[in-house]
């Protein structure tokens, strides 16, 4: 099947002419060369700034790219285009081009909107026909709107308290960490923001940092504040029994404001490693006294359009008490604080055996759901990759999302990745991560709502059961891959990446430098 693609170089200003010029006359072993490697319907098109875009149709662009690189003459053409161009650092243009991933497809919008257009009138004119989306075309339609964040720390090395393992070409500043997630984006087209934590990807200029994104087709999304590696937080952030060290956690948060401010950011994150590990440690009341006043003072810094997300965590590393442990607790903060607040699920936090799923009706009902932290536990918290553990709990949870419109932008459901990978290769562990989520969300989206509904209100338990494992029990990679395919990508992610080069690239190009870690 056909796929589509766009992409932008550029050439020097003071070269547009020749530039022009030369592909008046390309060399013709050059165009049969491009037409026997599957480039069909190339276009260049050429702006006075010299911004050079490409757009080109092929069944699959990194074979269509493989096969030219197997010519001489596509060597010997990339040597003569290369002094064209700025930024190619070193690399030939067919090396060095950013493919931009596609945001709208009219054919593909159409047909997703259930939308046809016929020609039935005798005088032969043309009228539009709505048709109801079946299931199907629903499902299409909400897998092709959904949105994933990706966390910037999932790129860089991390590890248990036992050994952080490295792994060469892992990113060394958070440029590179942008660059990976902005990779992953490119792969599956579902992933165009990324998460930062501060400090671990501290900068000096966070506009620059959110240009540096843009440039590759991603934004920075989440700003997660980390109050839980400095010395000074032994008993405690913002619940900390001293108050200099409160006032030290607290002009972090606001710090992280102001980064958001730079990122064009909407989300601050927060999560508090705070509690005790002793019975008649510390005062728990006192401590949700100082919780709630670090809070107010932060959510009164935040803009009209910013909101601040909190998350909880049953134990660790706390291990008594945890000053936001459920729900809840950080229902109840974000409550008196104000719209603007809500709550953060984050998988791994909770025991096992607790039913997530339930906590997700109950927020989105509430209006307080703010997003998820996706990741997989066994026993504890282990920021495993989502879906891994248990596909069935991931399904669970987001059926109650689709059932509570939680897919709809307007409530702002932020689903995000929070996970760290510690043996596996980190960019297809979190393509894979991506493709879990998605594909839940695809079979959450096939339940027959009217069906169970029905059935519900028949009393009848085995058929609504039926309903919702029906939906589980359908392979909705096909439905997936037709998705990628419609928006002109490949429709195997993790295939298209093992063959796009990234990972070797990588390795060669990281050398020097110290590898980000999470700073454990
Ligand atoms: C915490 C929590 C936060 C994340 C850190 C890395 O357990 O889940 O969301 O920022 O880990
Ligand atoms: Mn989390």
């Known amino acids: 099947m056909t796929t589509r693609h766009c ?16 592909h008046r006359a390309v060399w013709p072993e050059m165009l049969a060369a491009l037409r026997d490697a599957g480039w069909d319907s190339y276009s260049l098109f050429l702006g006075a700034d ?21 010519t001489e003459v596509n060597a010997r053409w ?6 064209f161009f700025t930024d190619l650092d070193g690399r030939t243009p067919d090396a060095g081009l950013l493919l931009l991933p596609e945001v709208f497809h009219l054919p593909t919008a159409l047909a997703a909107a259930a939308l046809t257009t016929t020609t039935n009138r005798s005088n032969g004119d043309t009228v539009s026909t709505e048709i109801l989306p079946t299931r199907h075309e629903r499902a299409l339609g909400g897998l092709r709107a959904q949105r994933i964040e990706l966390p910037s720390w999932a790129f860089g090395n991390a590890g248990t308290r036992f050994k952080v393992f490295t792994s060469p070409g892992t990113p060394r500043d958070p440029w590179e960490k942008i660059a990976d997630a902005a990779t992953v984006h490119r792969f599956t087209g579902v992933a165009p923001t990324v998460s930062v934590h501060i400090p671990w990807d501290r900068v000096s200029d966070y506009a620059e940092l959110a240009r540096h994104a843009a440039d590759r087709g991603v934004q920075i999304g989440a700003v997660n504040a980390n109050v839980f590696q400095d010395d000074a937080y032994r008993l405690g952030s913002v619940c900390n029994p001293d108050p200099a060290v409160r006032a030290k956690a607290l002009a972090h948060l606001l710090d992280c404001v102001d980064v958001m401010d730079a990122t064009g950011s909407r989300d601050l994150k927060l999560w508090f490693a705070d509690g005790t590990n002793y019975p008649g440690q510390d005062n728990i009341r006192a401590r949700q006294d100082r919780l709630s006043e670090a809070l107010a003072a932060t959510y009164a810094r935040l803009g009209p359009d910013q909101r601040m997300l909190l998350e909880y965590k049953l134990f660790e590393p706390s291990f008594y008490t945890m000053d936001v442990p459920d729900w809840g607790t950080s229902f109840a903060h974000c409550l008196a604080l104000g719209e603007r607040a809500q709550v953060v699920v984050d998988t791994g936090h909770h025991a096992p055996g607790t039913n997530i799923e339930m906590i997700v009706a109950i927020l989105l009902r509430a209006g307080k759901l703010g997003g998820f932290d996706f990741n997989s536990r066994f026993y504890a918290d282990d920021d495993l990759m989502v879906g891994a553990a248990d596909p069935f709990q991931l399904f669970r949870i987001l059926h109650e999302v689709v059932a509570g419109g939680g897919l709809d932008d307007a409530t702002g459901v932020a689903f995000m990745l929070d996970q760290c990978h510690n043996i596996e290769e980190k960019i297809p562990a979190q393509i894979r991560s991506v493709m879990n989520v998605q594909e839940a969300t695809a079979k959450a989206l096939l339940v027959d709502a009217t069906a169970l509904a029905d059935a519900q209100r028949g009393g009848d338990v085995l058929a609504a059961n039926a309903v919702l494992m029906d939906a589980y029990n359908t392979d909705v990679r096909p439905m997936l891959a037709e998705v990628r395919e419609s928006q002109g990508l490949h429709p195997d992610p993790m295939a298209a990446y093992a063959a796009s080069g990234y990972s070797e690239q990588i390795v060669v190009n990281r050398v020097g430098g110290d590898q980000a870690g999470w700073g454990a």
């Open 7 to 22: 992409f932008v170089l550029r050439v020097r200003p003071n070269r547009l002419a020749e530039y022009t010029e030369r």
């Open 50 to 70: 010299g911004l050079l875009v490409g757009h080109v149709e092929t069944d699959d662009l990194p074979v269509a790219q493989a096969a030219m690189e197997a």
């Open 78 to 83: 990339q040597a003569e285009m290369a002094p």
